[in-house]
T-cell receptor, first 117, second 111 residues
Framework: KAGVTQTPRYLIKTRGQQVTLSCSPISGHRSVSWYQQTPGQGLQFLFEYFSETQRNKGNFPGRFSGRQFSNSRSEMNVSTLELGDSALYLCASSSQREGLMWQETQYFGPGTRLLVL | GQNIDQPTEMTATEGAIVQINCTYQTSGFNGLFWYQQHAGEAPTFLSY????GLEEKGRFSSFLSRSKGYSYLLLKELQMKDSASYLCAPKGVNRDDKIIFGKGTRLHILP
């Protein structure tokens, strides 16, 4: 199976611009989560999509948004970029296996490194 | 609230064994992830523990005690390539609960 793919891998933008990042999950995975990682804050959860619906959201401003398509591919958008948005943006796809206590696997894509100047 | 505690840094010698501890407090709990992350790269899935006890996967093993809110990752026969950050991340009881990541433990392997 192909892994999680993210495009683009690197991006340079200027303050005030907007950016759209794309993620294709592992085939068969219906859940896609987005994270922001910075040296100071570590991995911060942005949001999760499952079957085209956002089912969880982190504590980020409304400038950060996302969506998921019927083929499970997901995009996230950041509008009005700020210098502090410079980070590694990671997408992860997961599957959950039924059971008394359900099992879960979550795999990350390679990330998009965003630099805001 | 949720709280995850793991050591910030550890150092070990090539060929040795190291144990990275993680304690957590969550409002609900289903299982706990361990990830390895090399500098500049994405995290790599190592394990997801749901049941109490030790799960072994080659040189890496992960232990969970649900009643104590405690887990550890055991790395045997350390290699230089094991130098990385190791992230502990508990998941809540509901399928749609978000995964909360700890700050990670940076492991340095000395020759």
């Amino acid at each position: 199976k192909a892994g999680v793919t993210q495009t683009p891998r690197y991006l340079i933008k200027t303050r005030g611009q907007q950016v759209t990042l794309s993620c294709s999950p592992i085939s068969g995975h219906r859940s896609v989560s987005w994270y922001q990682q910075t040296p100071g804050q570590g991995l911060q959860f942005l949001f999760e999509y499952f079957s085209e619906t956002q089912r969880n959201k982190g504590n980020f401003p409304g400038r950060f948004s996302g969506r998921q398509f019927s083929n499970s591919r997901s995009e996230m958008n950041v509008s009005t970029l700020e210098l502090g948005d410079s980070a590694l943006y990671l997408c992860a796809s997961s599957s959950q296996r039924e059971g008394l206590m359900w099992q879960e696997t979550q795999y990350f894509g390679p990330g998009t490194r965003l630099l805001v100047l | 609230g949720q709280n995850i505690d793991q050591p910030t840094e550890m150092t070990a010698t090539e060929g040795a064994i190291v144990q990275i501890n993680c304690t957590y407090q969550t409002s609900g709990f289903n299982g706990l992830f361990w990830y390895q992350q090399h500098a500049g790269e994405a995290p790599t899935f190592l394990s997801y523990n749901v049941l109490d006890g030790l799960e072994e996967k080659g040189r890496f093993s992960s232990f969970l005690s649900r009643s104590k809110g405690y887990s550890y990752l055991l790395l045997k026969e350390l290699q230089m390539k094991d130098s990385a950050s190791y992230l502990c991340a508990p998941k809540g009881v509901n399928r749609d609960d978000k995964i909360i990541f700890g700050k990670g433990t940076r492991l340095h392997i000395l020759p």
